[in-house]
């Protein structure tokens, strides 16, 4: 049976991915027209401003901890909640189809999460609100530009640092993570303003789950912890850049 969180990527997959092919067939379909800000890309730096939503995620390892109840409680985020992402961004041009650009960016979301227990069925539910604040360096390859239309592929690393971590709560997250992230979008150039749609995938590269509870009062929430070797956060983002 295909998830909610399958469903999500695939939507977004599907999309840029008609969206990809429909440029394309413009580009086949049309003649050369006159471009709108011919030289722009050839600038040695450039700046622009960002909007967009995400979807935040993690992906859980558990190691089927039970306590001395015979509880076992297993951790997964059933649906995505989408949130809001505005930044600024700056670009440096390399060569004709390469560019380094550095996005301070901040990512506003939440990740709803449910505790099973394999024993009983009860469930625990855990809101967790994020504020990251990224600062992402990217490499982006574009491909040649026809009119004014310019696909491009793009990768680079992502550390981010958590504004808004709380303690008490069923598992408590760390502070700081860094994410390697890819994605792909499209330059179109209007006369006054560039206009760039893009789509990227981020992962976590450390653990984020901390195992030292010391801000616990409630001792019993420790099976929660207990439960988890690992979670490592995942996002999705679907960005709009202005130039």
């Not at 050839?42 to 700046?47: D, E, I, L």
Request: with cysteine; net charge positive; hydrophobic share 40%.
């Amino acid at each position: 049976m295909i998830s909610n969180r399958q469903l999500h990527i695939a939507t977004f997959i599907t999309f840029m991915i008609c969206f990809l092919s429909v440029s394309q067939f413009k580009t086949v379909a049309q003649t050369r027209k006159v471009m709108n800000r011919p030289y722009i890309d050839q600038r040695r730096f450039h700046y622009g401003f960002l909007m967009g939503v995400n979807l935040q995620d993690i992906e859980f390892q558990h190691n089927g901890y039970t306590d001395e109840n015979g509880n076992q409680w297993f951790a997964e985020q059933p649906n995505y909640e989408p949130g809001f992402s505005v930044g600024i961004l700056g670009e440096m041009y390399l060569t004709k189809h390469l560019a380094l650009r550095l996005i301070p960016t901040m990512h506003f979301g939440t990740k709803n999460l449910i505790f099973r227990n394999a024993a009983n069925k009860d469930r625990t539910y855990l809101n967790l609100k994020s504020t990251y604040m990224s600062l992402p360096l990217d490499i982006k390859f574009s491909a040649e530009r026809f009119n004014n239309y310019r696909p491009y592929f793009m990768a680079g690393i992502n550390p981010v640092i958590d504004l808004t971590i709380k303690k008490q709560k069923e598992i408590f997250l760390k502070r700081f993570d860094c994410f390697l992230e890819a994605g792909m979008g499209c330059d179109f150039y209007a006369p006054w303003f560039k206009f760039i749609p893009e789509i990227k995938f981020c992962y976590g590269l450390s653990n984020i789950i901390e195992k030292n509870r010391t801000d616990l009062t409630d001792q019993t929430k420790m099976i929660y912890t207990n439960s988890l070797n690992s979670g490592r956060s995942k996002m999705i983002v679907l960005t709009l850049y202005f130039e």
